[in-house]
């Protein structure tokens, strides 16, 4: 089976311009989960999707959004961005019956400058 | 508030030696703690995972140890090998209610010849 991918791998924007990433599940997996990861703040969760529902979402600003389509994958969107931003952002997912198994992606490195 | 502490932030294990990872948790509601390695540039990849109906789990040379009454879980690699320098993160989830992943701060490994 193929693993969680993530496009892209790489992005840079600079401050006030939005972005949005993508994240591909493995096959028959349902619940997608988004984690920020920063030297500072270590890995932290920002939502999670199952069936187009978001299912749980941490305490990040309104400017995080997420979405789930019909065939499991998922976009965040960050708008407005700001310095602080910059980050790895990570994507999980797990199948129905087991979400605490979580398998990550590879992640898109942001860089806002 | 940090919900899982981690220990040590570095360490440094001569080949052939056993690295010891040390996590505690606060919230009693977690039942199911995983540990990730993650390369540098790399998503995290799960590496093992125990629940607190067991006091210890080994997949090779990686074993979980886990004491429920002291709410800690600490994370043994014997012979440590040069490939396993990376860093680790501890994690909990609720599986009742939080379907979140909470992690620790990290433990940066590396593995001298």
């Known amino acids: 089976k193929a693993g969680v991918t993530q496009t892209p791998r790489y992005l840079i924007k600079t401050r006030g311009q939005q972005v949005t990433l993508s994240c591909s599940p493995i096959?028959?997996?349902?619940?997608v989960s988004w984690y920020q990861q920063t030297p500072g703040q270590g890995l932290q969760f920002l939502f999670e999707y199952f069936s187009e529902t978001q299912r749980n979402k941490g305490n990040f600003p309104g400017r995080f959004s997420g979405r789930q389509f019909s065939n499991s994958r998922s976009e965040m969107n960050v708008s407005t961005l700001e310095l602080g931003d910059s980050a790895l952002y990570l994507c999980?997912?797990?199948?129905?019956?087991?979400?605490?198994?979580?398998?990550f992606g590879p992640g898109t490195r942001l860089l806002v400058l | 508030q940090q919900q899982v502490k981690q220990s040590p932030q570095s360490l440094i294990v001569q080949k052939g030696g056993i690295s010891i990872i040390n996590c505690a948790y606060e919230?009693?509601?977690?039942?199911?703690f995983p540990w990730y390695q993650q390369f540098p540039g790399k998503g995290p990849a799960l590496l093992i995972a125990?629940?607190?109906?067991?006091s210890e789990k080994k997949e090779g040379r990686f074993t979980i140890s886990f004491n429920k009454s002291a709410k800690q879980f600490s994370l043994h690699i014997m012979d440590s090998q040069p490939g396993d320098s990376a860093t680790y993160f501890c994690a909990a989830f609720n599986t009742g209610t939080a379907s979140k992943l909470t992690f620790g701060t990290g433990t940066r490994l590396q593995v001298t010849l």
């Open positions: 096959s028959g997996h349902r619940s």
């Open positions: 125990i629940r607190p109906d067991v």
């Open positions: 999980a997912s797990s199948s129905p019956g087991s979400r605490e198994t979580q398998y």
């Open positions: 919230n009693t509601a977690f039942d199911y």
